[in-house]
T-cell receptor, first 111, second 114 residues
Framework: TQLLEQSPQFLSIQEGENLTVYCNSS?????LQWYRQEPGEGPVLLVT?????EVKKLKRLTFQFGDARKDSSLHITAAQTGDTGLYLC???????????FGTGTRLKVLA | DVKVTQSSRYLVKRTGEKVFLECVQD?????MFWYRQDPGLGLRLIYF???????EKGDIPEGYSVSREKKERFSLILESASTNQTSMYLC?????????????FGPGTRLTVT
């Protein structure tokens, strides 16, 4: 069974701090997606990583896919209150059309 | 810009009512999905469809059915709503294929069954 575990589960930090969120699996994924979800809204796709070792940047957000394609990280530099939300990683199942979702990291950035 | 829309943002229904949730995507995606999201349980797949008139059960299909008569539209039906179906319902779509294709989500429907 493919599983994605995210850590930490909850994170509360001050504006301006840096943080890293992790998404780990014992299985290989062909790609991983990162989403941010605000309360009462649907998840919004931030990035897709496909190649092992790949690094992608989206303004202050840096995403990395592990060399073995079993894990990924999201680093936020100088967090802002607008970064508050639920961060989800997800990847396509090897055998079906389903997607596997991580357990989520709930981030709160305080002013 | 990719777009997935859902017919209602908020819905309140009574126990026993038949409920229709509609989802439309404008990206010509083959795959469409219905999830429900509950605190502490994450996203759980109800049904998905990989083509018009084709559907497969997800992890929690009991009490739900779906319809896909056109490629862009995927409907979720609660035949007889119950209070334990109070939840956030999310529709998503993606290209066909098992690798590298990301899902795009709609804004969600918050359904309350009283």
């Amino acid at each position: 069974t493919q599983l994605l575990e995210q850590s930490p589960q909850f994170l509360s930090i001050q504006e301006g701090e840096n943080l890293t969120v992790y998404c780990n699996s014992s299985s290989v994924f062909s790609s991983l997606q990162w989403y941010r979800q605000e309360p009462g809204e649907g998840p919004v796709l931030l990035v897709t990583v496909v190649t092992g070792g790949e690094v992608k940047k989206l303004k202050r957000l840096t995403f990395q896919f592990g060399d073995a394609r079993k894990d990924s990280s999201l680093h936020i530099t100088a967090a802002q209150t607008g970064d508050t939300g639920l961060y989800l990683c997800a990847g396509p199942s090897r055998r079906t059309y389903k997607y596997i979702f991580g357990t989520g990291t709930r981030l709160k950035v305080l002013a | 810009d990719v777009k997935v829309t859902q017919s209602s943002r908020y819905l309140v229904k009574r126990t026993g009512e038949k409920v229709f949730l509609e989802c439309v995507q404008d990206m010509d995606h083959e795959n469409m999905f219905w999830y429900r999201q509950d605190p502490g349980l994450g996203l759980r797949l109800i049904y998905f469809s990989y083509d018009v008139k084709m559907k497969e059960k997800g992890d929690i299909p009991e009490g739900y059915s779906v319809s896909r008569e056109k490629k862009e539209r995927f409907s979720l039906i609660l035949e007889s709503a119950s209070t334990n179906q109070t939840s956030m319902y999310l529709c998503a779509s993606s290209l066909r294929g098992r690798g590298g294709y990301e899902q795009y989500f709609g804004p969600g429907t918050r359904l309350t069954v009283t």
